[in-house]
């Protein structure tokens, strides 16, 4: 899938802490099993940057808005 490249594509290749929220899975591709599956409410508590990449319902119903201390970078349009 697009999103999971350009996961793959900044995992790769910036040097950062990084919590990955992906509510259909259970365990993490194997190739990317060095990085563990957060909660949504775990990794909003603790990100700096936040990237949405899909529209997935628990994404859509989580009402994400604009907040002074998290940088969105929202490719599919939840954060109002």
């Known amino acids: 899938s697009p999103a999971l490249h350009i996961t793959e594509a900044v995992l790769g290749s910036l ?5 990955i929220v992906e509510p259909y899975i259970d365990e993490m591709p194997r190739h990317l099993r060095e990085y563990s599956l957060a ?25 994400f808005t604009q ?5 969105f970078i929202d490719a ?3 954060v109002k």
């Open 15 to 19: 040097p950062c802490n990084s919590k």
């Open 67 to 71: 907040r002074d201390d998290k940088i």
């Open 76 to 78: 599919v349009g939840l």
């Open 39 to 63: 909660t949504l409410d775990d990794a909003m508590e603790s990100a700096d940057v936040v990237v949405i990449l899909v529209a997935h319902s628990p994404f859509r119903e989580y009402g």
